[in-house]
């Protein structure tokens, strides 16, 4: 679909830009040197991606909102038999990347490695669904890309959609009046309480990086949570016609929910965000709030003198006096007034439904 003059439809947050007066150039320059940085992979790996795997990117980069100074967050995804060549082939492509001057990722082991699809599907919830195993799946579903061949990718996300929704007694056959996904929003609200709760374990194992952590806590994590929140939520906001998602107009068809949400969380975070202030409720003071944060947010994280600042800063009493530090408070409090007033003041329907399903 194209607009009057045959130009490419505006995104969402080219519309909220309108709808506030304002452009936001942090996030803008990250969106390009994102798509840049993901073309640049594509070229470097094309020879490195068996036919059973896809090698997936997570984090800032899969979000659009990669920086000079962002670690690069990867996996190579397996579905299917196992094969000793897959561990040569990982090793293959962190030679590459460090050749090619990437920054690694972060010391947990949840990147830079393998993920097999069977425990990513197979082991939600229970003893076998550890932290790592939990955040693959939903940072899977909630920032990731496939660079090159998306096969694998894209079959593994269709499947643990599936298994989300087959699973979902609740959603096929209750008799709730809303159609929401609950299988799958509590597995998103228990992913970022998990977050919540390993940014103290961090902060007591490995204090170095501890304020960049907060930064992130405070900004990108949250909105990778919000992000959940309103595919969870998508049903309701964004599909008024529940015909097209039933086999014969009452019973909900368990292919077309699966379509709906493989096509919600398509959409960047940033861009979720965005589609959701162009409600008609939503003021433009909240949107140029969170936007207006969000940018500060990538501009502190881009500058490499601020974001070596943040890396450096020891855990002590000094940390509250801190410029950079006090500067990411003050960010992170107006993005939070700005969700505040989203969720909980200006859009009814969006406080009916994060009362009734997400927090009881």
Known sequence: MTNDEGAAPRSAI????????????SIEAAARLSAETRARLAALLREQIPCDTSVVVFGSLARGEYTTGSDLDWTLLIDGQADEGHFSQAQAITRILKEAKFHEPGPTGVFGNVAFSHPILHQIGGQEDTNK??????????????????????????LVLSRYVEDDRGLRYGSKREILPMFLLNDIVRYWRT?????VYKQRERSSGWALRNAKLRMSRK???????????????????????????????????????????????????????????????????????YDAFLALLSNEEERGRLKQLPLDDQ???????????????????????LFFKEDEELRKLLQTYGVF
């Open 223 to 293: 909105l990778i949570f919000v992000s959940g929140l309103l595919t969870c939520f998508g049903f309701e906001l964004f599909c008024k016609d529940r015909t097209t998602l039933t086999d014969d107009g009452e019973r909900l068809s368990t292919p077309a929910l699966v379509r709906f949400l493989r096509e919600r969380i398509r959409v960047t975070p940033l861009e979720s965000l965005a589609e959701v202030l162009l409600r008609p409720s939503i003021s433009a003071e909240t949107a140029r709030t969170l936007f207006d944060s």
């Open 195 to 199: 977050v919540a709760v390993d940014f």
């Open 133 to 158: 195993n939990t955040t693959q799946r939903i940072l899977l579903l909630l920032e990731s890309l496939a660079i090159g061949q998306p096969d694998a990718h894209e079959r593994v996300l269709r």
């Open 14 to 25: 080219e519309r909220i830009g309108e709808k506030t007066g304002r452009s936001w150039p």
């Open 319 to 341: 940390l509250g006096s801190d410029p950079t530090f006090k500067r990411v408070r003050d960010i992170g409090r107006e993005f939070q007034g700005g969700l505040d007033r």
